[in-house]
């Protein structure tokens, strides 16, 4: 088992020396630093369960191996069409994370008893019930059903806000009101709520070279965090109060993870972007994982003194464009884009006194911006311990599957 934190240079070393039969582009994982960045997750979760976001993975091996942790339970899907597959696959417990609209999925789930029994489906609109009706083409299986809470910040009447725009139910009666509509329903079981805190969980307060927005982010999560404890308690109390069946309530995400577990109405957390670590989780206060998910690019071109070109890289990560959502050259340490050019879609220059030691065919590492987006670009992920490669993967990807 390798220490927590390395020495980037003799990573560098052990992943080269790993792959060196291996052409790039490629993928990888180090299964050390995963299993790492896993037991530090559920150390902080306190002994509520994780259940592991799929979306921030898209590998079903990795996804397995989080999994077979202690202290994981559950998977949480991004679209209903994956979460089906998934339980297909043998997943017994699958939360989809968003609405669906997807007309064929819904009557699969409707027709058959043990994907119905595998899979909860996510609401947050009474409409949605009727559309799933609509939508199960003579399928009788009870769907089961979690209610989203909107967890945002709103200051000065509203007219200040912090947190994703998601669930319009954010006052605890109106989640209870709709937790009536879904139990007067016939063919719906109401059996789970979540509330997703991405403005503590997903933004990072220890940006450096950025003091003064560091110290207002850190300031804006903790009233954050207090406001929403107190109005998830009562939330959750009332939705109990009608449902007293209720079977999880699922929250935080990998930069609330011990906050979020601290709270007595949450009964599991959901994590995943913290098992691989891409780059954007590289600036919390509140913890500190290892970079297990990478890929490498290989020099094409020496076009000068001081610059290698590289054959692609242009794979941006969702969300707001800007320099933060590019992937960054890792190793070796000090290269750098060219201004003029950024990561491109077939090629990228990189600048830096490394570039000169670097021969065509060398391998230059990299790591993304977020977690789950690098296996869209992937069919395989090739699996390191110490240095040596000891498996190879599909991606989402690879197994013939892109559900978004």
Not at 211 to 224: D, E, Y
Not at 268 to 293: C, K, N, V
Request: hydrophobic share 45%.
């Amino acid at each position: 088992m390798l220490p927590a934190f390395t020495h980037p240079t003799a990573d560098r070393a052990r992943y080269d020396r790993a792959t060196a039969h291996l052409d790039a582009p490629l993928a990888v994982c180090d299964l050390a630093a995963f299993d790492a960045n896993a037991a530090d997750l559920a150390a902080r979760a306190g002994g509520k369960p994780i259940r592991v976001a799929s979306k921030s993975v898209r590998c079903r091996a990795l996804l397995e191996r989080a999994l077979a942790h202690d202290g994981f339970r559950g998977v949480m899907a991004f679209t209903l069409a994956e979460a089906l597959w998934l339980a297909r696959c043998g997943v017994r417990d699958v939360l989809v994370g968003y609405p669906s609209v997807d007309r064929d999925a819904y009557a699969e789930l409707a027709a058959d008893p043990k994907l119905a029994a595998a899979v909860t489906i996510m609401i947050d609109d009474p409409a949605q019930l009727a559309w799933i009706d609509a939508a199960r083409a003579g399928g009788v299986e009870e769907i089961r059903v979690c209610l989203e809470l909107d967890t945002a910040l709103r200051l000065l009447g509203g007219r200040l806000r912090f947190g994703a725009r998601r669930s319009p139910l954010h006052s605890p009666g109106q989640l209870a009101d709709v937790a009536r509509t879904v139990l007067r329903r016939p063919g719906f079981a109401l059996v789970g709520v979540m509330a997703y805190e991405g403005h503590v969980a997903g933004v990072g307060d220890r940006v450096p070279g950025r003091p003064l927005r560091s110290g207002a982010v850190r300031l804006m999560q903790r009233a954050a965090r207090a406001e929403l404890a107190e109005r998830r308690a009562v939330a959750v109390r009332a939705v109990r109060s009608v449902a007293p069946g209720l079977e999880f309530v699922n929250g935080g995400g990998t930069g609330s993870v011990q906050h979020t577990a601290a709270e007595d109405a949450v009964t599991e957390i959901a994590a995943g972007s913290g098992l691989l670590m891409p780059r954007l989780f590289d600036h919390y206060t509140s913890f500190r994982g290892r970079p297990a998910s990478l890929f490498a690019l290989p020099v094409v071109r020496r076009p000068g003194f001081g610059v290698v070109t590289v054959l692609g890289g242009g794979y941006p990560a969702s969300g707001v464009a800007g320099a933060d959502r590019l992937p960054v050259p890792w190793l070796p340490e000090g290269l750098r884009y060219d201004p003029a050019e950024g990561p491109g879609e077939v090629q990228t220059p990189l600048l830096g006194p490394p570039a000169d030691d670097l021969l065509v065919g060398d391998k230059v590492w990299f790591r993304h911006a977020k977690a789950g987006e690098l296996c869209e670009r992937f069919e395989s992920v090739h699996l390191i311990a110490d240095d040596h490669v000891v498996g190879t993967v599909p991606t989402y990807r690879g197994e013939g599957h892109a559900f978004l």
